[in-house]
């Protein structure tokens, strides 16, 4: 019923910067959280950063300070800006956005990924 398109994924070196982003469509009554995601090969999907509709942040420890978090209500879209990047930034990158879709229902929803490399 939602769709999400993650885009801005690609090869970047060192120290470099990036930004993502992602849009919502489909049948979007009112989105409440909307975060990022990702998963390096052989490791667990973590938690990068998240964003209230009201605008309350948060991150996770090894970004803070480098990645930012921002959001369009009236687009229904997210960005993370990404700066002075490194190596074990590398991973696929995961849209994630909830709705309240009846009472007492939380739905969930994930965007296809978009990769990341850091490299040299």
């Known amino acids: 019923q939602v769709q999400l398109v993650e885009s801005g994924g690609g090869l970047v070196q060192p120290g470099g910067s990036l930004r993502l982003s992602c849009a919502a469509s489909g049948s979007i009554i009112s989105i409440n959280v909307m975060g990022w995601y990702r998963q390096a090969p052989g490791k667990q999907r973590e938690l990068v950063a998240s964003?209230?509709?009201?605008?309350?942040?948060n991150y996770a420890d090894s970004v803070k300070g480098r990645f930012t978090i921002s959001r369009d209500n009236a687009k229904n879209t997210v960005f993370l800006q990404m700066n002075s990047l490194k190596p074990e930034d590398t991973a696929v990158y995961y849209c994630?956005?909830?709705?309240?879709?009846?009472?007492?229902?939380?739905?969930?929803?994930w965007g296809k990924g978009t990769l990341v490399t850091v490299s040299s």
């Open positions: 994630n956005a909830d709705q309240w879709e009846r009472v007492g229902y939380l739905r969930n929803y």
């Open positions: 964003i209230t509709s009201g605008g309350s942040t």
